[in-house]
Nanobody, 114 residues
């Protein structure tokens, strides 16, 4: 089985930046598509971005041009670089293996506030 551990969340001012990391263990990383999701209080979990083994990316309209998803297969890690953060980006961010029964990470809190 694959285990995912997220890190990099925290408190940041509007307009600031954070980089989230998701480290995979237990299986080869490069054979699967990876994604980042987020969930704000009282809201459903929503897709933020995905990246394929070949590097093809998809972004939600709300983060297009501000966030960048990437992979480093030798490090078994997927990243989410978040720039020009807005208060509406505040949520718990989750890493996921996009496959049948793909596992979730435990989540990391991102709070954007003055």
């Amino acid at each position: 089985q694959v285990q995912l551990v997220e890190s990099g969340g925290g408190l940041v001012q509007p307009g600031g930046s954070l980089r989230l990391s998701c480290v995979a263990s237990g299986s080869i990383f490069s054979i699967v598509q990876m994604g980042w999701y987020r969930q704000a209080p009282g809201e459903q979990r929503e897709l933020v971005a995905t990246v394929t083994r070949g590097g093809m990316t998809i972004y939600a309209d709300s983060v297009k041009g501000r966030f960048t998803i990437s992979r480093d297969n030798p490090k078994n890690t997927v990243y989410l670089q978040m720039n020009n953060l807005k208060p509406e980006d505040t949520a718990v961010y989750y890493c996921k293996v996009i496959s049948p029964a793909g596992p979730w990470g435990q989540g990391t809190q991102v709070t954007v506030s003055s």
